[in-house]
């Protein structure tokens, strides 16, 4: 019997008028299938053979090409790997997915499983798009300890458990370049721990020529766009964005406050605009400001590391924890990441959680999402272990353990608009008026957000 593999756009899919456009623009969907017969033996996580006998689907959110999208491919087969019948189509659905995955649902043409991040948990679980697994998380002996805290906290919202990690991010781990520090008189082995010690390597690292950067330092006002950027800082400098004893948020914190202070007076002081005119020139496709070898410092997630790594093996990196300033601490870490659910309505809801579980919670599943992917969220994972043979990633790996928050999308879960911190930047307002604003309005949503949904 002759196994065919590659890319095809299955009939199913197809017929749906709501996704004709996603699966056209992305030229078919991925169906990996096996073809072996059933292997024996194995670790005792490893889903039972007769839990997937035919095709099912998962809808990744990550795009074709991508890290992200290479892996996802990789775990469908590994899954359906020795399993009579069964395949596992990965659809790319880049944009938009809940909005597509409802559209779905409404038709009756929804898949088995999805990606979601951990964060959207609120969203997901009170809009009936995914459902509750209990009573599977429970049969398959797995148990919140098994996972990061804060992660867990996410995963039981609302006493439930709605999902298993696909992979996880340790939001922040520090790195710079350490043939820049050479260059600057500095210690290339020492990063700094304190706001007040990064302070002065900023414009020492920084290096202009005829009024012209050829060199950034640091970019703190930009960490992945201005959700990560003040929720990194945010935490580090000891801030809070929800108060839970009055159920309200607090994006306006004065600590908080004090970070978007802190770092926006470095984009003045550096001129973010023409900062921003030199990423985009040198940031290479798909990759981050830091592979250009012209960004000194930078906080990154592990699968940007690996891009740096990559793109050019000749940069020498240091790793350490995020700065702090007191309250805050050297070393804060939110888990952000993605995570897959079984979704609302299946009529594979077994083989669907089998799925998830091979990703999230199992050896052979957690050992390729380490291999190539990024840090498995489940702490059993040899993969963990693995990858702690690598200083750079050891970093990210003690830091997922000992993680303290989950990402700020969790605590605000009708979304706000941070739009008002580029006026800052700008210096058209002060950065305690743009907080105050981006409060309000967030709390204006989240208060109609529980009405509609009783909470």
Known sequence: MKCVQGLRETSRVSRRHVLRWTVGALAGVV??????????GGQATVAPVLSCTQPIEIWSAFGS????????????????????GCSVSVVQVPTNLSEKLTAALAGGSQPATATLAPSSVTTWSTGGLIQAVDDLFKRDNLNKADFPLPLWEQMNYGGKTWFLPLYANADF????????????????????????ELDPLIPKLTVEQNGNLTRVGMEPWNIYGDGNTIEGWGFAFGGAFKDEAKDQLTFNNPRIQRAVEWYTGWAARLGAARVATMETTLTPSGGVFFASNRLSIAPLTSPSLRFVQKFDPSIEIGAGLMPGEAPGKPGEVAVGGWATAVITGTKQREAGWQLVKFIGADTEGTLTVARIMGLPGWLKSPGLGELAKDPLQKAYVDGIKRAQYPQIGFYSPAGYDLSPIQDAIKGKRSAKDALDAINQDANQKYTTWKARNKK
């Open 173 to 196: 781990i520090l790195h710079w370049n350490k043939g820049h520090f050479r260059e600057a008189g500095l210690d290339p082995e020492k990063g700094p721990l304190t706001i007040a």
């Open 31 to 40: 169906a990996l299938g096996a073809c072996a017969a059933p292997s024996v």
């Open 65 to 84: 090409g991508s890290v992200q999208a290479n892996a996802m491919l990789q775990l469908a087969k590994g899954f359906a790997q020795g399993k009579a």
